[in-house]
């Protein structure tokens, strides 16, 4: 059976939810599909120390406060968790959870979205599925010989599991070092990163982040100068964690390791290290599979946007992948801007 709707939003995490306020605003019929099984997206599967890197007044979406964590300035993630939760029940948005969407065709006048419980005809697609789902590995000599434990930030919780062992945490990006921040102490950490870590100043947060990107795309817009956005500041945000353990010296990174052995690790000067797990903070590419037979993807797996819309398919919309799709998108006070946007040129594109 194919049900129809005007709009099909993959993905009811912060960006889907966020779409689904500002279509709901506009009266435009939609239903959010989910993968997951509870509310909350990837924030229900993080680390378990993991830290906001903005107070909850400035970690919001659209139209709701997120409210202030008892004694907690950086809310940690069961909090978003809860937040979110609730802002899909006070918006009523339309989620149906458990829903596996496996492709996008393009069928006549419609979209026609393919899922493992049956099928739906939009006259428009939002794609709200981020990133967490795709974790990047790279391929470094040796990684499959390597006969420890690997694994990337996804399947990172915390320290206790790995008490007394030799871990190397490869990454010099916010997830890198608040691992490596989570492990000190408790393991023989090794610290490694492409280049020395870069700090952005103590007192700039999540706030000065959004800004920055903000700037960034406005002076693109604008055909002025790139500002660099928030990658002129620095990699890491210096949250508490963090800078507690780098002013206690337990942050010192080494340079990158050029291959990986049975045993553990080689590094330039031809010295060996042993290691008995690898953490890969590596990042991650877009989770875009479900549009792979409409051929839309092309740089990292980006699909070539103006703004949120795809070049070639007009009646499809990209949310929360990063800068590509919005300035600072992938957060969740920065996902509310281009949300809105989007709602709005699909509500014209309807009424057309």
Not at 76 to 93: I, M, N
Not at 174 to 200: C, E, F, H, K, M
Not at 224 to 251: E, W
Request: charged share 20%.
């Amino acid at each position: 059976m194919t049900q129809r709707t005007d709009v099909v939003v993959i993905g009811g995490g912060q960006s889907g939810l966020a779409a689904g306020y500002h279509l709901r605003r506009l009266g435009v019929e939609h239903v959010i599909l989910d993968a997951q099984t509870a509310p909350g997206g990837a924030w229900q599967h993080t680390w378990d120390s993991l830290r906001l890197f903005s107070p909850a007044a400035y970690s919001s979406l659209p139209g709701r406060l997120m409210p202030v964590q008892a004694d907690e300035v950086y809310p940690d993630a069961q909090h978003v968790v809860s937040y979110l939760a609730d802002y899909e029940k006070r918006y009523e948005l339309p989620v149906q959870r458990g829903v596996w969407v496996e492709a996008v065709h393009r069928d006549a006048v419609f979209l026609r979205v393919e899922t493992d419980s049956g099928a739906w005809q939009a006259r428009a697609v939002v794609s709200a599925t981020g990133t967490w789902t795709r974790p990047f590995l790279p391929a470094v000599p040796g990684r499959r010989e390597f006969a420890g434990r690997q694994l990337h930030t996804v399947q990172y919780s915390n320290p206790a599991e790995f008490a007394g062992q030799r871990v190397i945490v490869v990454g010099g990006g916010n997830s890198g070092a608040q691992i490596a921040a989570d492990l000190a102490g408790t393991a023989d950490l090794t610290w490694v990163t492409q280049r020395p870590p870069r700090y952005l100043p103590d007192e700039i947060d999540g706030r000065a982040l959004f800004d920055a990107a903000t700037a960034r795309r406005q002076a693109l817009d604008a055909g002025r100068t790139d500002t660099g956005g928030v990658a002129s500041l620095g990699d890491i945000v210096a949250v508490p964690p963090v800078r507690a353990a780098r002013d206690a010296g337990l942050l010192a990174a080494s340079p990158m390791f050029t291959r990986l052995t049975a045993e553990g690790v080689v590094w330039a000067d031809g010295t060996e290290s042993p290691a008995d797990a690898v953490i890969w903070c590596t990042g991650f590419r877009p989770a875009l599979a479900h549009f792979a037979s409409m051929r839309l993807r092309g740089t990292r797996g980006h699909i070539a946007t103006i703004g949120t819309r795809a070049v070639d398919e007009p009646r499809l919309h990209l949310l929360g992948y990063g800068d590509w799709t919005g300035p600072a998108s992938a957060t969740l006070i920065g996902v509310g801007r281009p949300a809105r946007e989007a709602a709005r040129e699909i509500a014209q594109l309807l009424s057309a």
